[in-house]
Every structure is written in structure tokens, then in C-alpha cells.
DNA sequence: GACAAACACGAGTGGTCGCTCGCATTCTTA
DNA sequence: TAAGAATGCGAGCGACCACTCGTGTTTGTC
């Protein structure tokens, strides 16, 4: 017999855009206050909903983050899904890490929610889990894409190489995201400058050292 | 008259003893679960007290904070009051950074609240005023230290090369406590080296480039 | 139009947390 | 040693929050 069979309650389209109503709430209201202080009631309210019909529609709260989480990742690897992927390590190092950060920073100053998501500290148990499997998801990618690059490099040190620079474009991002206009594209340079420098002496010996650029 | 005297209760010893207790038992429950999922409760059980014991000397949960804060500037200012400090310009920029690193390690990691209060995003109004009080000084001791080495940078530039370098150490920070022994060592030398990196095609030219460093 | 299912409401429930209060105990001081 | 202050206790109060439930409304289907 089954176990405690989930029955897929037939959505009408009214319940559907509740829906998208709510997890777009629920985004602002995570990405002024975090998830923890974040109460359901604010969400309902800023939906223009009861507190009962968002229960309608999600068992609990924590089901809204998993939500949101899930359909932010799915509409990031639809515009970018390829971001990450190796590439043919003869193209400079400059672009690559260029392609990458400008995808990123696209894509994470359009939904601010992501990183409020992702870095928030208090996240409980099932949303951590989350974090941990794409957090060591894109570390794996991002091992991948530095590979051959980093030809001189035993693996443990990639990994290590990976961390960083994982942990350094997150750093910038915070600082990114707290600025507008061209004081914000300012600091996107300087994080590609960081970034850039660091791994520039790690590549194996081959064509095409990276010079300066300015802003 | 004066407006809502605060009258300074005598202590005695056992107070006085019973206050370092509840900071301690504060330092450790701040730094498993952050502040604000730290409840009181749990501060005065973990110093083996009632919770009226606890507001007897504290009169609300935000003041211990405060309090455990503002010590550990001082335990810190106590120790390494003129890691800051600006220095003759011709020390070579690798000793200045590994000196600054190695000093700031060396505290975070014998006392992991400090980063757990100042990196903390749920901290309230009061304390989070603090936090961004001694990170403009942070900040602006940076840029003074950096100054004599970045000569050929207008101020604005470096403003912005100082609140870089400092969300690179903390996000260097953050990989650091989370490893032991010598793969914390390693990820050490990690920091420095992105750090190095970062900053050296930035200063004036002088003699004396910074050569690569291993393991 | 009739019926059922989905949707919507919002006062209410149980639980947690910051904090209080009345009272007991220990220390200081004269 | 006696008075008063400091320390200590823990049940409990009020506020807030995640979540529920009884009831009423809308929508899809025959």
C-alpha cells in the first residue's frame, strides 16, 4: 500500500496566480527583513491575502523558501545554464571570468532574493540542506572550469581555488548589491580585478599572460 | 534636575564574577545558534543561573550584546591596538599584509563570537550602529595604511580597494573558521594570497615586487 | 441550476520568548 | 549580630508567531 499518499489537488488558474502572487511576497519580504524574521502574516499581507489562504496554498513556511528556491535556481539555469560549463582553456582567462561574473551579477542583481536566500545564516535544516547541494554543486562547476587552466595543480588545491573564489564573488556580490549606478559597476570591476589577479599566476605557462585594465 | 539618573548598584564580587559568566555562556550560545535565535533562557541556563539571575544584571537581552561587544574591542584594541597602524612605506607589502592577517586570524579564531556578532545580518537597530561604527574605522585605517603604498590612486579609488580587501578577509574569514589545523593553514595562505595579488600591480613602483610564496 | 471542489477569510490556538515579580538567601557594614 | 543591600530563584505575564478551522464565496462540470 501506499504511504501517506501526497494528492495532487487540482490548482483552478485563480490558484495558480495566488501563487506566483505569494512566492513574489514572499521575495520582498525575505529580501528586507531574512527569512527568519520574515513572518507569514507579513507575507499574506503584502500578497493582499488572509493568513488562511496562504495556508491554502503551502503547508508551512518553510515550503515557501523551498518554493522560491527552486523556481529562482530553475529560472537561473534557463538564462545561464551553461555558465559554468568548461571551456576551451586557449581562451584567455580575462573572459572567462568576465562571462562568468557579468552572468552572475545579472542575475543576482535582478533577483536580490537569491542572495538573501542563499547567505542568510538563518536558514533552518531543509533550506540549509539545499544550499549545501547547489553550494557544492557550483564548487564542483566551478573545479570543473579551472581544471585546465590550473594544469600545474594537484586536485585538493583546485578545490581549495574553487572555495576561494566562490567565497570572494560572494563578498563582492555583498558589496554590489548595496550600490546603484556607477559606483555598483565600480565595484564589479574591482571583484573581477580580485578575482583575475588571484588566478592569473596559478595557469599553467601558456600564451597570453592577463595585462591591467582600467575602468 | 537630572533626567532619569542611572544610579551605579554597587557590585560585589560574586556579581561582578556571575556578569563574566553570563558573557561567556553568552559568547558560546551567540556563537552555535546568532543572536537573535539565542534566547535568554538558553544564555542563563548555559551559565547555570535562573532567568531572573540573568536580568539582574542585564536589563534586557540586547545590553548583553552591547556589553560582550564592546569587550571584545577592547580585548582586542589590548592586543593589537597598532595592527592598523600606518607603516614606512618601504616595508615590502607582503610582510604589512601577513602581519595584518596573521593578527586578525589569530583573534577571530581564539574568539569566533566576534565574527559571529559583527557578520551576524540579524542583529538589531543598536548593535548594528556599533557594527557599522567600527567598520568605517576598520575601513578608514585601511585606507590610511594603504595610502603611502597606493600613491598613484585618487582617494575615492582607494576607499573603494580598502572596503574590498576588507569584504575579501571576512569572506576569507568565514572558509577559515570553518576548517581545522592545517587545512585552516592553508586556506590562510590563501587569503594572503589573494590579497597580495589584489593590491600589488596596484602600488607605486618601487623596488621590490612580491614574489610568488608556496605552502 | 445543482453539486462538488477549490478558493478565501480572519478570529482563534498552542507554543515560544523576552522579561517581571514576589520572595528567599547571602553578603556587607556598622 | 542586626539591618539593609545585593544576589538568586522560577513560575508566570504579555506579545508575537506559525498555523488551524469553521464558515462563506467562486469556479468548473453535468
Same mark, same amino acid.
Given at each position: ?21 505569494l512566492?513574489?511576497?514572499?521575495a520582498?519580504v525575505?529580501?528586507?527583513t531574512?527569512?527568519?524574521?520574515a513572518?507569514? $502574516?507579513?507575507?499574506?499581507r ?6 488562511g ?6 503547508p $508551512?513556511? #518553510? ?14 539555469q ?11 582553456p586557449a ?6 571570468? $568576465? ?8 542575475? $543576482?542583481?535582478?533577483?536580490p532574493v537569491?542572495f538573501a536566500?542563499?547567505h542568510?545564516p538563518?536558514v533552518p535544516g531543509?533550506?540549509? #540542506? #539545499? @544550499?549545501?547541494?547547489? @553550494?557544492?554543486?557550483?564548487?564542483d ?5 579551472l ?9 585538493e ?6 572555495q576561494v ?13 548595496a550600490?546603484?549606478?556607477?559606483d555598483? #559597476?565600480a ?6 580585478n ?6 592569473d599566476?596559478l ?6 599572460g592577463?595585462?591591467e585594465?582600467?575602468?
Amino acid at each position: 500500500m501506499p504511504t501517506s499518499q501526497e494528492q495532487p489537488r487540482r490548482r483552478q488558474s485563480r490558484g495558480e496566480r495566488r501563487i506566483a502572487q505569494l512566492l513574489e511576497a514572499a521575495a520582498t519580504v525575505f529580501t528586507s527583513t531574512g527569512y527568519t524574521a520574515a513572518s507569514t $502574516n507579513a507575507i499574506a499581507r503584502e500578497a493582499g491575502v488572509s493568513p488562511g489562504t496562504l495556508y491554502q496554498f503551502f503547508p $508551512n513556511k #518553510e515550503a515557501i523558501a523551498i518554493e522560491l528556491g527552486g523556481r529562482l535556481v530553475a529560472e537561473y539555469q534557463a538564462a545561464y545554464g551553461e555558465a559554468l560549463a568548461p571551456v576551451d582553456p586557449a581562451i584567455p582567462l580575462e573572459m572567462v571570468v $568576465n562571462a562568468i561574473v557579468d552572468q552572475f551579477i545579472d542575475f $543576482n542583481c535582478r533577483r536580490p532574493v537569491f542572495f538573501a536566500l542563499m547567505h542568510g545564516p538563518d536558514v533552518p535544516g531543509r533550506i540549509a #540542506e #539545499e @544550499h549545501d547541494v547547489l @553550494h557544492k554543486t557550483v564548487i564542483d562547476r566551478i573545479q570543473g572550469l579551472l581544471s585546465p587552466f590550473l594544469t600545474d595543480l594537484p586536485a585538493e588545491e583546485i578545490t581549495r581555488v574553487a572555495q576561494v573564489c566562490m567565497a570572494v564573488y560572494m563578498a563582492g556580490l555583498e558589496l554590489i548589491l548595496a550600490r546603484e549606478g556607477a559606483d555598483r #559597476e565600480a565595484y564589479v570591476q574591482e571583484l573581477k580585478n580580485v578575482l583575475l589577479r588571484y588566478l592569473d599566476p596559478l595557469v599553467g605557462d601558456r600564451l597570453g599572460g592577463t595585462p591591467e585594465q582600467g575602468p
